[in-house]
């Protein structure tokens, strides 16, 4: 079955640089979710999209914006990137809003 | 503010034994509960989703029951394969489809 594809799958950027990750839902999939997990935490929820409108909004830095594509894809871009932002960010794809979400292998950021 | 709690924090079995995780939850109207697995370095696997109390879902060796305070997923006669780290989150009502998810159970099963 067709899962949920990230790009990259390993990023390294300096600070204060800029990154981008794709996210590509499962087919037919509308809403698409971005979570940052840092290591040994849970996933912490960032931002949502539902037919290409944002639909929620978490602990999402305002450094960090993201959008979904009239195909479904999503990009979280992140600018001034910190020490911090050094993460596995996932994204996860849902039939409808409120379904259960189904998670993709990740973007493993690392900032030096 | 909704919270989650999972617990133990880490559980180590022998392979058969049987035993269960706890997930507790304080939600302004829950629309659902939801376990993941996740293995080391990838993302949550979805296993089940609960809706209301007295709901129980199976798979495999895996059963997910709720109340309206907390849920279990027993293991049944683990095996090795069965180690990682289960996930439970809660999706509420006031707060549109964002999951919360609780600290997580790392499993550990023993040959």
């Known amino acids: 079955a067709a899962g949920v594809i990230q790009s990259p799958r390993h990023l390294i950027k300096e600070k204060r640089e800029t990154a981008t990750l794709k996210c590509y839902p499962i087919?037919?999939?509308?809403?698409v979710y971005w979570y940052q997990q840092g290591p040994g935490q849970d996933p912490q929820f960032l931002i949502s999209f539902y037919e290409k409108m944002q639909s929620d909004k978490g602990s999402i830095p305002d450094r960090f914006s993201a959008q979904q594509f009239s195909d479904y894809h999503s990009e979280l871009n992140m600018s001034s990137l910190e020490l911090g932002d050094s993460a596995l960010y996932f994204c996860?794809?849902?039939?409808?809003?409120?379904?259960?979400?189904?998670f993709g292998p990740g973007t493993r950021l690392t900032v030096l | 503010e909704d919270q989650v709690t999972q617990s133990p924090e880490a559980l180590r079995l022998q392979e058969g034994e049987s035993s269960s995780l706890n997930c507790s939850y304080t939600v302004s109207g829950l629309r659902g509960l939801f376990w993941y697995r996740q293995d080391p370095g990838k993302g949550p696997e979805f296993l089940f989703t609960?809706?209301?109390a007295g709901e129980e879902k199976e798979k495999e060796r895996l059963k997910a029951t709720l109340t309206k305070k907390e849920s279990f997923l027993h293991i049944t006669a683990p095996k090795p394969e069965d180690s990682a780290t289960y996930l439970c989150a809660v999706q509420a009502h006031l707060r549109g489809n964002m999951l919360t998810f609780g600290g997580g159970t790392r499993l550990m099963v023993k040959p």
């Open positions: 609960l809706y209301s």
């Open positions: 087919p037919r999939h509308d809403t």
């Open positions: 996860a794809s849902s039939l409808d809003r409120y379904n259960e979400q189904f």
